[in-house]
């Protein structure tokens, strides 16, 4: 879904995603309604300083104003959270790219995710400590608002409560959540990351199927989304730290085709299809002039027309506007920008000059390599 940017604080965009503005509206009439107001003001007149009078807050349209600045106050915890973990993640060197608010919470999308045990820790349990923190503020608030304000009283009560319920379902195990990660950081001081990361995923994905069991028979959709959500996240950091290491210490040049003569861009499809025949080859750079302008691959041939292959010129079923990687870039670095193509593909180049392409296919090729203990070889440029 698409996401917006309200905000930028120490340089970093807060987006908001629309399956959030969808959600808030919901959330607000969920909390003034039904019997969450009665609930809550019995907890909060647990450790206000004034009871709060409920037939205050149910009266005429409060209660949607209580729920409007309820869930939106909850998000601002959530957006203040997610800038905790951005800040230790900052003390360590570590960037956020962007921080997006969404239906099941927030994300901080770090610049990279740290492999030293003891980094991952800290950044991993400022998110709820921060919450704490908020947690707090908002208690001495409720302390010092005197006993005419019951309706933000209850507000400042509701986040208390609120914020430390997210802290300990924020801590539970279940990976990719905080606790999650806190996990994975502790079994990483004594096993290699890769095994730490397979190990706190398991607990992870039998949180998500815990979560998805108790959403069915209590009928909780949002637990449901929630053990989704923890299902495929989980699943996707493990399958991305067992990539990272079995691409460890290989390059870009270990992995690219460098070795592929370039075809003309006027040159026919059927031309360009016998040359594949005879090089056995599916995909190849595309020039113009000297000048690198695409790259065409066997499924362009196969999504042209057959009858007019004699008369179409390769120009016309090549891929344009392709990424370029750099020759001595990580190969799991380019992997991760490659997957976020489209196309699959991109152009490879040394010293300001194209000397190759890449597609997902060499990445396939050399990860089988790599996973039956082959070393992959470097290939020659063009």
């Known amino acids: ?19 959030l ?3 808030l509206p919901i959330l607000a009439w969920v909390i003034g309604s039904g019997t969450q107001i009665d609930t809550y003001a019995g907890i909060v007149d647990g450790f206000a300083p004034h009871a709060v009078d409920v037939a205050v807050l149910r009266d005429g349209s409060t209660p949607w104003v209580i729920g409007a600045a309820a869930a939106v106050g909850l998000f601002v915890s959530v957006g203040i959270h997610e800038l905790g973990h951005a800040w230790a993640a900052r003390r360590y060197g570590i960037g956020t790219e962007s921080i997006t608010l969404w239906l099941l919470g927030g994300l901080a999308a770090l610049e990279s995710m740290p492999r030293e045990w003891d980094r991952e820790f800290w950044i991993a349990v400022a998110g709820p400590i921060t919450s704490v923190l908020t947690a707090v503020a ?10 005419s304000t019951p309706v933000t009283t209850f507000v400042f009560g509701w986040l208390v409560v609120t914020n430390v319920v997210l802290t300990v379902f924020n801590m539970l195990p279940a990976f990719p959540m905080d606790g999650g990660r806190v996990l994975r950081a502790l079994l ?12 706190a995923a398991r607990a992870g994905t039998a949180f998500a199927v815990l979560f998805a069991v108790v959403g069915v028979l209590y009928f909780a959709p949002m637990l449901i989304l929630l053990s989704l959500f923890l299902y495929g996240a989980a699943s996707s950091e493990s399958r991305a730290v067992a990539l990272q290491a079995l691409l460890a210490g290989v390059t870009l040049e270990d ?18 299809t016998d ?28 999504r042209s027309d057959a009858a007019d292959r004699e008369s179409t010129p390769v120009r ?23 997957s976020q193509h489209p196309s699959g593909l991109a152009l490879v180049e040394s010293d300001g000059r194209t000397v190759g392409v890449v597609s997902m296919d060499d990445f396939t090729h050399a990860l089988q390599f790599r996973r039956d203990g082959v070393g992959v070889a470097p290939k020659e440029a063009f």
């Not at 940017?5 to 995603?17: C, E, L, Q, V, Y």
């Not at 990483?188 to 190990?199: D, G, H, I, K, M």
């Not at 594949?276 to 691959?297: F, L």
């Open 188 to 199: 990483a001081r004594n096993q290699p990351y890769e095994v730490a990361t397979r190990s």
């Open 275 to 302: 040359r594949m025949v005879r090089d056995r080859r599916t995909v190849y750079p595309v020039t113009d002039g000297g000048s690198i302008v695409g790259i065409v691959t066997l499924d362009a041939v196969r």
């Open 138 to 147: 908002c208690y001495l608030v409720v302390l010092a608002l005197p006993a």
């Open 255 to 272: 992995v690219a085709a460098l070795d592929s003569e370039p075809i003309d861009a006027d040159t026919s499809v059927a031309e360009f």
């Open 316 to 338: 016309s079923i090549m891929v344009e506007d392709l990424p370029t990687l750099a020759l001595d870039a990580a190969a799991f670095e380019a992997f991760a920008e490659l």
């Open 21 to 23: 503005l969808i959600f």
């Open 1 to 19: 879904m698409r996401n917006y940017t309200i905000a930028r604080i120490w340089g970093i965009p807060i987006k908001i995603s629309v399956s």
